[in-house]
């Protein structure tokens, strides 16, 4: 399938994540982003990206937020800072209802998940039927469960409106506009040692930008009534220890590291479901992440 002249919504516009989702399917297509565009700059660098600002909070009545559209893509997540679970039970989970239902004659819908709703198996990379859990508790109180219950409002929702669905729960999306190996290199430029858990290594199946954009079309095409529910990670198993020492060898910080039980643990996905489906990850991982420093910090690199 090729995303032309469709009317596409894409919630989260404003997020590290669907920005260049929005970038990308702007240039052919009429796309709507919504937010509730606090800061004046966010609305500015989407309406430059020729997207229509939608303003609304999620948590509350859709009425401004076109109907007629095609696709939807939710990418919003709220993660209140004082762990409000009510709040962030409304904005992330009943959202997912209010969207659908306001949007049920759309063709598909997209729900960006996480991995954080499982248990998660160690080292054991995990599968779309492994057992689910409060992963992310130690780091973010609300998430994992509000992502849990979004989900469980995407699946009801697929079948209340016969609109299918696909649920892709990331791994760690990251790349030109950001993601957990940039916060890394800020925390290596500031001197601050990285938090990892202490069963070494903490590996990931991180997924670049360019990699996930271009999936967007095929995970709209194999939604489904009852929903489709995969992974949406990298084909390669990459440690926080390894992508780090990475940006150490591109930028000469020395990456150091505080092994504890405090931060989640290593929790890669198995891809083959995705694969199957969407096919392989093509951008190698240390490709993405030099390619991360070069657009956001050049200054960082080595030589510069
Ligand atoms: N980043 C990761 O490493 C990662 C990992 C796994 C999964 N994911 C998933 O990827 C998606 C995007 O995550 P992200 O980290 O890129 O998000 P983010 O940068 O934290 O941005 C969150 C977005 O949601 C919007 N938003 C928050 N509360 C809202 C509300 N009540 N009503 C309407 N909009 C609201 C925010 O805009 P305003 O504040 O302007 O409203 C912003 O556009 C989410 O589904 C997340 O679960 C991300």
Request: contains cysteine.
């Amino acid at each position: 399938m090729v995303l032309e002249d469709n009317r596409i919504l894409i919630t989260g516009v404003t997020s590290q994540v669907a920005l260049p989702v929005a970038r990308e399917l702007a240039k052919k297509n009429e796309v709507f982003g919504l937010a509730r565009f606090r800061k004046a700059e966010d609305r500015e660098r989407i309406e430059a990206l020729g997207v229509t600002c939608v303003r609304a909070d999620l948590s509350e009545r859709l009425d401004s937020v076109p109907a007629d559209v095609d696709y939807v893509l939710n990418f919003a997540v709220a993660k209140s800072p004082n762990a409000d679970f009510d709040y962030d039970l409304s904005a992330n989970a009943e959202s997912v209802g209010r969207l659908m239902a306001h949007c049920r004659d759309a063709k598909a819908f997209l729900h960006s998940s996480s991995a954080a709703v499982y248990q998660g198996a160690g080292h054991q990379p995990v599968r779309e039927t492994d057992p689910l859990g409060d992963n992310h508790r130690v780091m973010m109180p609300t998430y994992s469960l509000s992502k849990i219950a979004a989900e469980v409002m995407a699946r009801f929702g697929a079948k209340q409106w016969n609109l299918p669905t696909t649920i892709a729960r990331f791994s760690v999306p990251y790349g030109n506009n950001g993601g957990w190996p940039w916060y890394h290199l800020m925390m290596m430029k500031a001197g601050h040692p990285i938090p990892v858990h202490i069963d070494a290594p903490s590996d990931y199946s991180p997924i670049h930008e360019d990699d996930y954009t271009a999936q967007i079309p095929k995970l709209l095409e194999i939604a489904s009534v009852p929903a489709t529910t995969l992974n949406w990670g990298g084909s390669e198993i990459v440690s926080i220890e390894q992508w780090c020492a990475y940006i150490g060898e591109l930028t000469g910080f020395e990456p150091r590291f505080n092994p504890t039980e405090q931060t989640i643990a290593a929790l890669p996905v198995d891809v083959s479901r995705l694969e199957a489906h969407v096919g392989k990850t093509q951008v190698h991982w240390r490709d993405g992440i030099r390619r991360m420093i070069e657009t956001l910090n050049p200054e960082l690199l080595i030589g510069s």
